[in-house]
């Protein structure tokens, strides 16, 4: 049996693309650390192209999708009705299991650039997770097409011909250009209705067919948007009787990362958290979400989270991360870049360190919606301040006078400067000060001559 190095037991490296065609894909990367994680997650990348389309689908998994970059619409089932939300960078939206819903790039010549957490506890136990496309999908069609004939016939009272002719036909895939040519005429003119015009579209697609002319082919157009109508009715809700489109507003608001009032920040960087108490869809899926940005050089004190796994992505800057297993030995230790995602287990000590050439930024997802209250080893705010006493000294061997100068030397809190950097704002001109001022000296000259005669010789 192989076992992995303990870098790469944290570091969720492989990703698998689970659908793609020209206009945008998907890739998930799956954990695997069953034993050590008090629960599955796999952190899924959505890339869609302009005016692109994710067809409508409905998935065996929580979804929580945090859009990282560009402007997208969200369609979705809210209380057995369609509502519609306009997403921008920063947002995060949730889309509990089993829920249909289709994304739409409306960025202006922009892709669109979603993070994602999949939730695995709800699915069949395969692979990953499974989605059910209803207007095509990975395999190019829709989840009704493998129903026998009469089955649909019967289903929405239409000839087998016209049933056929809609479900037989292969499409483009779950991503689709909703331009002038390449989707299914039916979505692509459905979304570029307005919300209120949708339910007006489809009530026409009701009337008698007889009206009108008896032109061969728009009586064929006719023919083909019956049962698609109906189709539409069963997955965004009634057409007569009641109102299709549920008012954008009793669905809930998301919720705006970059435009949250930081929970801590102080001269060195920030954090923010959204747990199920600030947005409450959050608590069906039992996940929280947190964003972090480190100025250059400063590092997130070291600490552990008492009640939940960790699921982190570097969204930009490089720098380094440590994280030890409990019984303070290491479990992993590497420099990390955009793209990066790794694991943390609860109760396992870890920070992040920002490289001195810059900020770092990093998002994620945790495993429980209820606040999460990081128990800080070092700083202002430290568990070991708290505990401070002849009983932790006499712990580590020292008097007490001793282990609390240590302890009280550090005055920030959270997120500390580093050492080992020089502020942020002064860190490139500081180091090339150094250097001009290292090599002026006589000492210093002398020290570059040594090292070029070493060099050579």
Request: glycine share 8%.
């Amino acid at each position: 049996m192989a076992f992995l190095e303990p870098n790469n037991l944290f570091m969720m490296h492989n990703s698998k693309i689970v659908v793609e065609t020209e206009f945008g894909e998907m890739r998930v990367l799956k954990s695997h650390m069953d034993v050590i994680l008090d629960r599955r997650m796999h952190i899924g990348f959505i890339n869609m192209e302009p005016k692109s389309l994710f067809v409508p689908q409905y998935l065996d998994s929580n979804l929580i999708i945090f859009i990282r970059r560009g402007e997208a619409k969200l369609g979705f089932i809210y209380e057995d009705e369609l509502a519609e939300r306009r997403l921008k960078t920063g947002d995060v939206y949730v889309i509990p299991a089993g829920s249909a819903f289709y994304l739409v790039n409306i960025g202006e010549g922009q892709r669109l650039n979603i993070i994602c957490s999949v939730d695995p506890s709800t699915h069949f136990g395969l692979d990953t997770f499974r989605s059910f496309y209803i207007g095509g999908g990975a395999k190019s069609h829709s989840v009704l097409s493998g129903f026998e004939s009469p089955i649909l016939e019967s289903a929405f009272n239409e000839s087998r011909t016209v049933i056929e002719k809609i479900f037989s036909t292969k499409l483009d895939g779950p991503f689709v250009y909703v331009g002038d040519s390449h989707a299914p005429s039916l979505w692509t003119k459905f979304l570029q209705l307005k919300k209120e015009d949708k339910e007006k579209h489809l009530k026409q697609m009701v009337q008698d067919r007889g009206e009108g002319d008896d032109d061969e082919e728009e009586e064929e157009k006719k023919n083909t948007n019956r049962p698609w109508r109906k189709l539409l009715e069963t997955v965004f809700g009634k057409v007569n009787g009641k109102a299709m489109n549920k008012d954008t507003n009793g669905s809930p608001e998301p919720v705006n990362l970059y435009g949250k009032k930081p929970d801590f920040s102080n001269a060195y960087g920030w954090s923010k958290t959204v747990n199920g108490d600030e947005h409450h869809p959050l608590r069906k899926p039992d996940i929280g979400i947190f964003h972090v940005n480190l100025t250059a050089g400063s590092m997130l004190s070291p600490h552990l989270n008492p009640i939940a796994a960790e699921f982190s992505i570097v969204l930009s800057g490089y720098g380094k991360f440590q994280m030890l297993f409990p019984n303070g030995s290491n479990a992993m230790n590497v420099h990390i870049k955009p793209g990066d995602v790794f694991v943390v287990p609860k109760y396992f000590p870890f920070c992040q360190i920002a490289s001195r050439d810059g900020p770092l930024e990093f998002f994620g997802f945790s495993t429980s919606a209820k606040e999460n209250k990081p128990q800080f080893l070092a700083g202002a705010v430290s568990l070991l301040r708290t505990l401070m006493g002849p009983e932790l000294a006499a712990a580590f061997g020292v008097n007490e006078d001793t282990l609390r100068r240590v302890l009280d030397a550090q005055h920030e809190a959270v997120i500390l400067p580093s050492t080992w950097a020089a502020p942020p704002e002064d860190a490139g001109n500081m180091k090339m000060e150094e250097e001009k001022v290292h090599i002026s000296t006589p000492k210093g000259i002398i020290s570059f001559l040594n090292d070029v005669v070493r060099d050579v010789f």
